[in-house]
């Protein structure tokens, strides 16, 4: 009897998981979600690098589904680090609930609660990267990033935007913050926000930490505007005249450009650290961005980079605010269409180049130098151009989701931001060119993203509408302008000549060349031999079909002499200086795994660096675009 009765219960078990394991994920509904979900973060554990989570989930007795977010707006791909949740434990009415992972849908959780039960409360850890290999580190002794997509889940079956969340957080004693969102209450080193709905939660980061400094950008201001400074040290802190003047100036070039904003307030969060893991993403009303320790303290210096303010600042108009509608999800765990990157990425690189330059975060040398490096990369480092277009390298945040590539030159990664750059400065070239230089892509982006001034919800569109904007603005074909393009195998460096400014090579590396390689610690032979260089000898790249490639060189292998002498970033520059003379060629000796061999570049043709030099019988479009407005 009591064998027949364990098999029942076995039995019951089974069933009761199966269905569990079955159970759908609901399709998402615009309807209001009954009730507010409270979240409940412990950042305090520092030393472990884990937020501790609580959530109390209004909920009826049944089937209940919830999900961990997948699909991360501004990743464009499904990164949620499912891989870094543990220690799930729900509850009802006190008692333990017993819960199911989804077999074909590793974010979603399936439960039934209980009858008599109001809500759920489910606790887990999120296990933040020990270290850069395992991850982007979020925890530092100094400071700390939260995303609160990374620390919810939410109920399957609904819009994000019709979820209501109260979250609060408990940080490190004697820390501050910065986030979008608004405060409620706060007490000691707890902090309550009010009530927003998932969807903006999501949208409203936190960095927090020990050394912090506020500035208003925009002193007087209706719409207040705020940089919030993080660093590993407080002397890190100490912002120069000019420093400041450059990141005031930004806020007035943007909104001379659009002459509307998207946001009833804007933060930006920047980290400046050599602890933290890099990062540059946007929201709508606020960004997160880290730089160099010294960004402020040697500014004359620190130029590199200083663009990422701009470009994300200028994704709270084109992304967040103007969205494509295939980017646009009424929750994170369905599939997003990547193809108009070309306009949300492509637009915003140029739009971010330009107004870096206006407000003097970079000058025009500086975006000179940076242009030609663009213009370059397409006229003689993108091989892959011969058999990919622009438009499918839309699809690579979900095919290879930033990882490194073997021959990233050929392959092509995500070249809608640049290559989608360069198709925007033939549009706006273009524009002036039929308009006796009357109009240009500032028209464009005044009346497509300009609008509405105040609204801070999403505005979707379509091809169509980009294309539907511009001939309102100047009659022409411009769906097949754009597509031969985007579509096409084309050299799209030429629209920096229809700038008025044409490509050269020459053995002098510009100062952009000069600050990658002392900040990759790698040396730049791309555009003679072929191939770059790290430190150690290693090398990080080959260009496809270029002389290093053809002489057998390959990013496996590493470079352990010169011509008979130990290899140094300065040995094969003199090397490659010989060799115009010297018609005898290069000898590489490399180390491939445990073997070594010596290869021979046929190559005499000298070093060669990419700048750009003014076209004499053509306007010059660019010098103005570059001009502050």
Excluded: C
């Excluded at 933040?128 to 395992?134: K, L, T």
């Excluded at 931001?417 to 500032?442: C, F, P």
């Excluded at 999403?458 to 511009?470: R, S």
């Excluded at 491939?592 to 046929?602: A, G, P, S, V």
């Amino acid at each position: 009897m009591k064998k027949l009765t364990y098999i029942a219960t076995l039995m019951a078990m089974f069933v009761g998981s199966a269905s569990l394991a079955r159970a759908d994920v609901p399709e998402p509904v615009d309807t209001p979600y009954p009730g507010t979900i409270k979240l409940s973060v412990d950042a305090t554990d520092i030393g472990h690098r884990i937020f501790n989570v609580t959530e109390e989930i209004p909920a009826e007795a049944g089937p209940l589904t919830l999900l961990y977010p997948a699909w991360i707006p501004g990743h464009h791909s499904p990164t949620g680090p499912i891989d870094k949740v543990a220690g799930f434990e729900f509850k009802a009415n006190g008692k333990v609930l017993e819960w199911q992972r989804d077999p074909a849908n590793v974010y979603a959780f399936h439960i039934n609660v209980p009858e008599g039960a109001d809500k759920v409360t489910v606790s887990f850890k999120f296990l933040s990267p020990q270290s850069g290999n395992r991850g982007r580190v979020m925890m530092t002794p100094e400071m700390l990033n939260l995303q609160w997509d990374t620390v919810a889940l939410y109920p399957a079956g609904y819009f994000a935007r019709q979820i209501p969340f109260d979250a609060n957080v408990t940080l490190p004693k004697d820390w501050h913050y910065a986030t979008a969102l608004e405060d409620k209450k706060h007490k000691g080193n707890h902090f309550s926000f009010k009530t927003i709905d998932f969807e903006n939660l999501v949208d409203s980061p936190m960095f927090a930490g020990k050394y912090y400094k506020r500035v208003d950008l925009d002193p007087g201001a209706e719409t207040p505007v705020h940089l919030n400074v993080f660093a590993d040290k407080a002397k890190d802190l100490e912002i120069s005249d000019a420093g400041l003047a450059a990141h005031k100036e930004l806020i007035q070039q943007m909104y001379k450009l659009y002459g509307a904003h998207h946001y009833n307030h804007y933060d930006f969060l920047l980290a400046l650290t050599d602890k933290l893991g890099g990062i540059g993403l946007e929201h709508h009303r606020s960004s997160e961005n880290s730089g160099k320790e010294n960004y402020f303290s040697e500014w004359d210096k620190s130029w590199l980079g200083r663009d990422l303010l701009a470009h994300e600042f200028n994704h709270s108009w084109n992304g967040k605010y103007r969205r494509p509608a295939g980017v646009w999800t009424p929750s994170y765990d369905q599939i997003k269409k990547d193809q108009g990157l070309w306009v949300y990425e492509g637009q915003t690189q140029f739009w971010g180049y330009i107004v870096a330059t206006r407000a003097g975060l970079w000058n025009k040398d500086n975006a000179m130098d940076m242009l030609a490096l663009l213009g370059a990369t397409y006229d003689k480092g993108r091989p892959g151009m011969q058999w990919r277009n622009v438009l499918d390298t839309t699809n690579d945040p979900t095919i290879a989701q930033r990882a490194p590539l073997a021959y990233r030159n050929y392959q092509m990664s995500e070249d809608y931001y640049q290559g989608g750059q360069l198709i925007w400065y033939a549009v706006d070239a273009k524009l002036r060119n039929l308009s006796e230089n009357k109009l240009s892509l500032r028209d464009f982006a005044k009346a497509f993203f300009g609008v509405n001034p105040g609204a801070w919800d999403v505005n979707t569109y379509e091809f169509d509408d980009v294309i539907a904007t511009l001939n309102g603005i100047q009659k022409y074909d411009w769906a097949s302008f754009i597509n031969s393009r985007l579509k096409g195998h084309v050299n799209l460096s030429k629209s920096l000549q229809d700038q008025g400014w044409k490509l050269v090579y020459n053995d002098t590396p510009s100062d952009a060349v000069k600050a990658l390689e002392g900040r990759r610690k790698y040396t730049d032979f791309t555009y003679s031999l072929g191939i770059s260089v790290k430190k150690d000898g290693g090398l990080s790249d080959v260009l496809w079909d270029s002389p290093a490639f053809n002489a057998g060189l390959s990013p496996s292998m590493k470079l352990i002499a010169v011509n008979g002498e130990e290899y140094s970033g300065e040995v094969l520059q003199d090397a490659v200086k010989a060799a115009v003379k010297d018609k005898a060629p290069i000898k590489l000796l490399v180390k491939d795994f445990d073997k070594y061999q010596t290869l021979e570049i046929d190559y005499h043709e000298g070093l060669k660096y990419p700048h750009l030099v003014r076209i004499d019988d053509q306007p010059d479009y660019l010098s103005e675009i570059l001009s502050p407005l």
